[in-house]
């Protein structure tokens, strides 16, 4: 019988004991292998590299802030004037005060869909003028 041991010596030295050829066959064992040292910087490099990176957290902050900024004034900007232009709108109108209700109930249903409702309270109204009898 021949032992394991000398079963894998038996294998060529230049392929690995899987067989598998394309795999770096390795002298020593994993845990023998010497590993480098970790990277050891200084405290002060520490709190460099600390102080630089909130500097840029910072900065990038501020720019956003900045563009939320300037977006919400866009808006803002936007909507006052369209409340302008609505009221410009609004003070432009021709408003005839229908006191009389029975001339709604006589009006066809084309004339009514024209009428709309508002509150004249503010508004200026155009007053038809009284016909003068001979």
Same mark, same amino acid.
């Given at each position: 019988?021949?032992?394991?041991?000398?079963?894998?010596?038996?294998?060529?030295? +230049?392929?690995?004991?899987? +067989?598998?050829?394309?795999?770096?066959?390795?002298?020593?064992?994993?845990?023998?292998?010497?590993?480098?040292?970790?990277?050891?910087?200084?405290?002060?490099?520490?709190?460099?590299?600390?102080?630089?990176?909130?500097?840029?957290?910072?900065?990038?902050?501020?720019?956003?802030?900045?563009?939320?900024?300037?977006?919400?004034?866009?808006?803002?900007?936007?909507?006052?004037?369209?409340?302008?232009?609505?009221?410009?709108?609004?003070?432009?109108?021709?408003?005839?005060?229908?006191?009389?209700?029975?001339?709604?109930?006589?009006?066809?249903?084309?004339?009514?869909?024209?009428?709309?409702?508002?509150?004249? +309270?503010?508004?200026?109204?155009?007053?038809?003028?009284?016909?003068?009898?001979?």
């Amino acid at each position: 019988m021949v032992s394991s041991k000398t079963k894998d010596s038996a294998v060529p030295a +230049g392929l690995a004991k899987s +067989g598998r050829w394309w795999k770096p066959a390795q002298d020593k064992k994993f845990s023998e292998i010497r590993k480098d040292k970790p990277f050891n910087s200084s405290w002060d490099k520490k709190m460099k590299l600390r102080a630089e990176k909130q500097s840029i957290r910072a900065y990038a902050n501020r720019l956003k802030e900045e563009k939320k900024r300037e977006r919400v004034e866009y808006w803002e900007r936007v909507k006052a004037h369209r409340d302008t232009k609505d009221a410009n709108r609004k003070k432009s109108e021709v408003v005839q005060v229908i006191t009389n209700t029975k001339k709604l109930k006589r009006m066809k249903k084309k004339h009514l869909r024209q009428i709309e409702k508002r509150d004249t +309270g503010n508004t200026v109204t155009k007053k038809m003028l009284p016909v003068k009898s001979k």
